[in-house]
């Protein structure tokens, strides 16, 4: 640890070799010159390395702190998880300061981190010297508690990262080519890579943890939306520093997970990066439905999520890069019985165009759409395993004895495994995938993102009376999603940012019945119709039992309302005249009105420059990799066609 006093020097306050950082923070913004280096001169500089605590809860509050550059968490006692991230140019430690009181939590870096420490003496003497400091200190606190208040109300998208640090998993290395490409696509996304050739040019003969190297990195990152630190292969003192300087560490990895013993670059990523900053990279040479093995690799490095990637084309790096840029473009697939298909219409006219989906989510009929979708395949394919499922296995019409369930679910059972493979894991599909459930044994929201492909769609599909729930090893009961969220884009934000398609089927607002009660008929009448077929025309045209089920489900959700950004664009694809959500023998009609009707909306919404289309389009025409963010000022003409199509900076 360092700490060494910042000297005064001339008006501009001009004291590190990148600049002064006060000319940037929001704290000196309203202060001049002179006084910003008054400020500074009062401040010492200390430097800490990733893991090294800064204040200790219960400690004396002797200090106030201003975050230089780098990252720290926030954490108390009792509370296993950072309840606050803070970033350069905001304040530590100011309430135990102001209040006089002991610290009321840990702080600890989470990045090679400095800060600039005022003592209280300090501070007592600048009040005196300078009031308008103070006032600007102050000022700073309200707009904290102002943030904090605020990020209490919404649920909170999945952050961003500023920085990555891409390093080799496992012992084999991987292509030359893979690191290459996925240099090229961050570049043209206006990313910033840094390895240790490009390090070592600009400070021959420098040790990586000095002053210099750090202020030269921390305005690297200032700058760009995106730094990538290449790790390379190997513990060596540079992958260590990559690791420790990012938010988020990539593993790729090549071939089969080897034994369950780290490496020994794994474990210290891992003992630096918790699973939830932790993503893995499965390198192939061909893109395929589905893989294998990818399990073993995710027990030996947990990772929030994975990638396949191939090295036969752009597509797949591209797609990655696009996770990483906070720009990955989601499927979102609501459920709906038999108008499942339209799903896979307005996913046939979104490909047509180019667009590239990078995961998928669904509820009920649509996670077993989606699914599809995360094994590559195509609208036909689907088309033609929804007719096997529903049609020619007759699954939805084999009524049994009603002790656990209306129908029999073993037809149903075979059918899924049968078009998405008995063996075929989530894990092993080409594209991330999560399925919704509800789950009885918790009465919770269940996001299915491991195990048996087929299982999930069956556990998210589970209509309560209709079929039987799917029971889990663990003994959970789980029961189709649509009873807590039919429309799951609530999850897929929680997964990742970026622009979603979200395809539902919830019913207008108000939706009246012209059904005449008396004419309902009895339990003999109704059989007698069934029997004749020239009296079914005579029956009254009231929905079906299983199309009250479902609306009764999905009764309490409010479609007007889904947690819907700017980048979100929903899709109520209309349903053909007569169709019920157990029609499932006319899913082809289904299909093709829904794809013709989804490429005239497309055209439209083009035509019509709406902004969630043209950042969901983007991904067709590479839009975004041309689409820079330059410095913070955004004055660059790349920056400004960014804006102009994703309503915001790349990564802000």
Request: net charge negative; with cysteine.
């Amino acid at each position: 640890m360092q700490s060494n006093r910042v000297p005064p020097t001339h008006a501009t306050g001009a004291t590190f070799a990148w600049g002064n950082p006060s000319d940037d923070f929001a704290l000196f913004r309203t202060l001049s010159a002179e006084q910003r280096v008054i400020a500074f001169a009062a401040m010492t500089r200390r430097d800490l390395v990733r893991g090294q605590l800064l204040v200790e809860q219960g400690g004396a509050s002797d200090a106030l702190f201003l975050v230089l550059h780098g990252a720290l968490a926030v954490y108390r006692t009792d509370q296993p998880e950072p309840i606050a991230e803070l970033r350069a140019g905001e304040l530590v430690g100011e309430v135990g300061f102001f209040a006089n009181i002991p610290r009321t939590a840990n702080v600890i870096a989470i990045r090679d981190t400095s800060v600039m420490v005022l003592t209280r003496a300090a501070y007592a003497k600048l009040a005196q010297d300078a009031p308008a400091i103070v006032e600007a200190v102050l000022a700073a606190l309200a707009r904290r508690f102002a943030t904090e208040t605020a990020r209490l109300l919404p649920a909170r998208a999945s952050p961003k990262a500023r920085t990555v640090a891409l390093v080799t998993g496992g012992h084999r290395p991987v292509p030359p080519e893979f690191e290459q490409r996925l240099r090229n696509s961050l570049a043209a996304a206006g990313a910033e890579i840094v390895d240790l050739a490009r390090l070592e040019a600009m400070f021959p003969g420098r040790a990586l943890d000095t002053s210099e190297v750090a202020d030269w990195l921390n305005r690297i990152e200032y700058d760009a939306p995106l730094v990538v630190y290449v790790g390379g292969e190997g513990a060596s003192d540079w992958s260590r520093k990559a690791i420790r300087q990012a938010d988020l560490v990539v593993f790729a990895c090549r071939g089969d997970a080897p034994a369950p013993v780290l490496t020994e670059i794994e474990s210290f990523a891992c003992g630096v990066h918790p699973a939830s900053a932790r993503r893995l990279v499965r390198v192939h040479d061909r893109r395929r439905s589905e893989v294998s093995g990818t399990a073993a690799w995710l027990a030996r490095l947990p990772c929030f999520m994975h990638h396949h990637v191939a090295l036969e084309d752009m597509i797949d790096i591209d797609s990655l890069v696009r996770f990483l840029c906070g720009r990955a473009v989601g499927f979102v697939a609501g459920g709906g019985g038999s108008l499942g298909t339209a799903h896979v219409g307005v996913y046939k006219a979104f490909r047509e165009r180019g667009v590239m989906f990078d995961i998928f989510v669904g509820t009920s009929v649509g996670s077993a759409m989606a699914a599809g979708f995360a094994k590559n395949y195509d609208a036909e394919h689907l088309e033609r395993g929804t007719h096997e499922i529903f049609v020619s296995s007759r699954s939805f019409r084999r009524p049994t004895w009603p002790r656990y369930a209306l129908l029999d679910h073993k037809a149903f059972d075979a059918a899924l495994a049968d078009q998405y493979g008995h063996d075929c894991r989530i894990e092993d599909c080409w594209r991330p995938f999560a399925a919704v459930a509800t789950n009885l044994s918790t009465h919770s929201l269940e996001l299915i993102r491991t195990g048996l492909l087929w299982q999930a769609v069956r556990a998210s599909s589970a209509i309560p009376g209709l079929l039987p729930p799917f029971y889990t090893r663990d003994g959970v009961m789980l029961v189709d999603g649509c009873l807590v969220d039919n429309v799951p884009l609530g999850p897929m934000h929680q997964m990742k940012s970026g622009p979603n398609l979200v395809v539902h089927f919830g019913e207008p607002a108000t939706e009246m019945f012209d059904v005449d009660y008396a004419a309902l008929p009895g339990r003999f009448e109704l059989l007698a119709s069934l029997l004749m077929p020239f009296r079914r025309k005579a029956l009254p045209a009231a929905p079906s039992a299983v199309n009250v089920l479902w609306r009764s489900l999905v009764a309490h959700q409010r479609y007007d309302t889904l947690p819907t950004t700017p980048l979100d664009m929903v899709m109520r694809p209309p349903t053909p005249d007569g169709i019920d959500v157990t029609d499932f023998d006319r899913h082809q009609e289904i299909f093709q009105s829904s794809y013709h009707w989804a490429r005239e909306t497309i055209a439209g919404l083009e035509a019509a420059r709406d902004p969630a289309i043209a950042a969901i389009v983007a991904s067709a025409r590479g839009v975004e990799t041309g689409a820079v963010t330059g410095a913070s000022d955004g004055a660059d003409q790349a920056s400004a066609v960014n804006t102009a199509v994703f309503g915001e900076p790349l990564l802000p």
